[in-house]
């Protein structure tokens, strides 16, 4: 599991600076497919593909009105202090590259407050772990990206009401890859779509039995066939 070790910074009081990412029904499903849009755009570009502009083309920015970064650190009042890194992802990108980062990895570090496991209360907003980026250094070491969601205009024209910022927190030391363990946990993920697909189907939940069906056709086809929004 991430293990984080701040490096001057608290990384809780950037995530902290607008609760409102986690106030909205989006923030159950927005944030984390943006991370993945992120990590996938990002590793492209460091392996020397071409990648188009993600904001605002990327689904995942279809209702952000802005996506930055910026490199968290504590004042000596112990203040968070927020210094600019890219105005927007492929700035990023490019700010990744002049740091020689080598790629992006995304991490869940369990939350599983008293009372309620991460599990249970990944059907709310807010639930579940705490997902981000590890931008993957020299050294074996990795700077962590947290994001933060802000709605900045209810009435934003075209709906694009968030305004989402992105911190280099903390850095820690590079975990094993673990691709080893890939194989496994397809077969672990194509059993576990099976199950839920079959109780999906049992209990007549249609739109999310078609869901799972082409999880399982894009697993068993290798990629072939793919479905989802483009990211």
């Not at 279809?62 to 203040?79: G, N, P, W, Y």
């Not at 890194?85 to 992006?104: D, K, M, Q, S, Y």
């Not at 993920?189 to 999310?208: N, P, T, V, W």
């Amino acid at each position: 599991m991430l293990q984080r070790r701040c490096v001057g910074c608290d990384i809780r009081a950037f995530a902290r600076g607008h609760l409102s990412w986690q106030t909205a029904a989006q923030a159950m499903n927005g944030p984390l497919a943006q991370f993945v849009a992120l990590t996938c755009h990002a590793n492209a570009f460091l392996s020397g593909r071409q990648v188009p502009e993600f904001f605002p083309g990327s689904s995942t920015c279809q209702f952000c009105d802005s996506v930055r970064f910026f490199e968290a650190s504590k004042t000596l009042l112990k203040k968070v202090r927020e210094t600019p890194v890219a105005a927007n992802p492929n700035a990023w990108f490019e700010h990744l590259r002049t740091e020689r980062v080598t790629g992006i990895r995304l991490s869940c570090t369990p939350q599983n407050k008293p009372g309620i496991s991460d599990r249970m209360s990944s059907a709310f907003v807010g639930g579940g772990g705490t997902w981000a980026m590890e931008a993957l250094q020299s050294r074996g070491r990795s700077a962590v990206w947290l994001s933060r969601w802000e709605v900045w205009n209810q009435n934003a024209p075209e709906r694009r009401i968030w305004r989402v910022s992105y911190g280099r927190v903390s850095e820690i030391s590079t975990r094993a890859s673990g691709d080893g363990e890939l194989e496994s946990d397809l077969k672990r993920l194509r059993s576990a779509l099976a199950e839920i697909c079959a109780f999906s189907e049992k209990h007549d939940c249609s739109g999310f039995t078609a869901c799972f069906v082409r999880a399982i056709e894009t697993l068993d086809s290798g990629g072939a066939k793919r479905h989802g929004c483009p990211l």
